[in-house]
């Protein structure tokens, strides 16, 4: 971004940030909260497209459609066994927090017997959604082998597209 100013610059004035919005009454919180889920919500969901488009049709100037052969190519899905992914669990478990949330909503709600039920339903879907398609996606552009050589898997399927402005917004 700007590299003459220093990191602990920004690492600081996101800090003040943070300490602000958590300074704010409940309703600005809310909002915020909201906007910037949104953000980050259109963000995956406009990289699962982008993401079609680049295995299925080559999509950018640096993305040959790679169909989904990177799935099964370079030793196959648990290459070197599955200890990785078991370990990985503990991450995976974390990521997915919050959820004991919806026994805090519930006493908040205007219909707890109507939306409780819906919000639960609804999290099988979102798991699919928001983590399998999207390691599914990035999977099937990037083998597994490169991951993390080149930075963020988010951010360059937005820069091969040609658009460098998704990667300021995500990073």
Same mark, same amino acid.
């Given at each position: 971004?700007?590299?003459? %100013? /220093?990191r602990w610059i920004?690492i600081?004035s996101?800090i @003040? @940030? ?5 300074l ?9 909260? @909201? ?5 980050? %919500? %259109?963000?995956?969901i406009a ?5 079609a488009?680049?295995? +299925?049709f080559?999509?950018?100037h640096? +993305? ?17 066994g ?6 990985s669990?503990g991450?995976v478990?974390?990521? @997915?927090?919050? %959820?004991?949330?919806i ?5 908040e709600?205007q219909? /707890?017997?109507?939306v409780?039920p ?12 928001f983590?399998?398609?999207t390691?599914?996606?990035?999977m ?13 898997? +988010? ?10 402005a998704?990667?300021t917004?995500?990073?």
């Amino acid at each position: 971004w700007y590299p003459d %100013v /220093p990191r602990w610059i920004w690492i600081l004035s996101i800090i @003040f @940030f943070i300490g602000a919005m958590n300074l704010c009454n409940v309703r600005v919180f809310g909002e915020m909260e @909201f906007w910037l889920s949104l953000i980050k %919500v %259109v963000a995956i969901i406009a990289m699962m497209a982008a993401g079609a488009g680049i295995i +299925f049709f080559g999509f950018g100037h640096s +993305f040959p459609a790679t169909g989904l052969e990177n799935l099964w190519s370079h030793g196959g899905f648990a290459p070197h066994g599955w200890q990785g992914i078991i370990a990985s669990l503990g991450i995976v478990m974390f990521a @997915f927090g919050g %959820v004991e949330i919806i026994g805090v909503t519930a006493a908040e709600a205007q219909n /707890p017997k109507k939306v409780i039920p819906q919000a639960i339903n609804t999290i099988p879907l979102r798991i699919i959604l928001f983590y399998v398609c999207t390691l599914a996606v990035l999977m099937a552009i990037f083998p597994w082998n490169s991951f993390g050589e080149q930075g963020s898997p +988010f951010v360059l399927i937005f820069d091969g597209l040609g658009i460098p402005a998704a990667a300021t917004v995500l990073n």
